[in-house]
């Protein structure tokens, strides 16, 4: 079954100090591993699409990478308005269009 | 532009009453997804539809909930005779071809006393 285990569950930080959250998948075969951004009471909004193991994507304070077995969102000197959950989600292969979703990290960033 | 629409935004049903929940996906997207959050849970796939044909329902239970997406309308979400455990999130999501790259609405939320 796949499966996608996000941590840490929360994480606080200073503005301006830089962190990284962790996405690890098993997945029959990846089709594309997908990076939202939630805000409370919100919809998912889409951030980033990843294919293959050595890809990158960057936006503003946020890079995101993949490996074989997890990909990282790198957010780099945090703003407050950066403070919101970070859900990543995997695609497979044979899964037709359904995307697996993490639980997700809350991030808060400390004025 | 606008968005994804859902409506209504809060619902609150007694124990055996049906909820219909409405999505009006983005202008000129003809894929329909539906996600439930329950509480404390991620996000968990329901149902994808194209325009009149449900592609892939493997996310729904079995029993009491359907989906539609008429040529003609909103695609809409039904859950018959409610119970406590429906409490959640509904998250309609629209693209313009299929793909993970989903244009999410508001949501939802659905209470059940």
């Known amino acids: 079954e796949d499966q996608v285990t996000q941590s840490p569950e929360a994480l606080r930080l200073q503005e301006g100090e830089s962190s990284s959250l962790n996405c690890s998948y098993t997945?029959?075969?990846?089709?594309?591993l997908f990076w939202y951004r939630q805000d409370p009471g919100k919809g998912p909004e889409f951030l980033f699409t990843?294919?293959?193991a050595g890809e990158e994507k960057e936006k503003e304070r946020l890079k995101a990478t993949l490996t074989k077995k997890e990909s990282f969102l790198h957010i780099t000197a945090p703003k407050p308005e950066d403070s919101a959950t970070y859900l990543c989600a995997v695609q497979a292969d044979e899964g037709a269009q359904k995307l697996v979703f993490g639980q997700g990290t809350r991030l808060t960033i400390n004025p | 532009n606008a968005g994804v629409m859902q409506n209504p935004r809060h619902l609150v049903r007694r124990r055996g009453q049906e909820a219909r929940l409405r999505c009006s996906p983005m202008k000129g997207h003809s894929h329909v997804y539906w996600y439930r959050q329950l509480p404390e849970e991620g996000l968990k796939f329901m149902v994808y539809?194209?325009?009149?044909?449900?592609?892939?329902e493997s996310g729904m239970p079995k029993e009491r909930f359907s989906a539609e997406f008429p040529k003609e309308g909103p695609s809409i979400l039904r859950i018959q005779q409610v119970v406590r455990g429906d409490s959640a999130a509904y998250f309609c999501a629209s693209s313009p071809f299929p793909t993970g790259e989903l244009f999410f609405g508001e949501g939802s939320r659905l209470t059940v006393l």
């Open positions: 997945v029959s075969g990846l089709r594309g």
């Open positions: 990843l294919y293959s």
């Open positions: 539809l194209q325009k009149e044909n449900i592609i892939d």
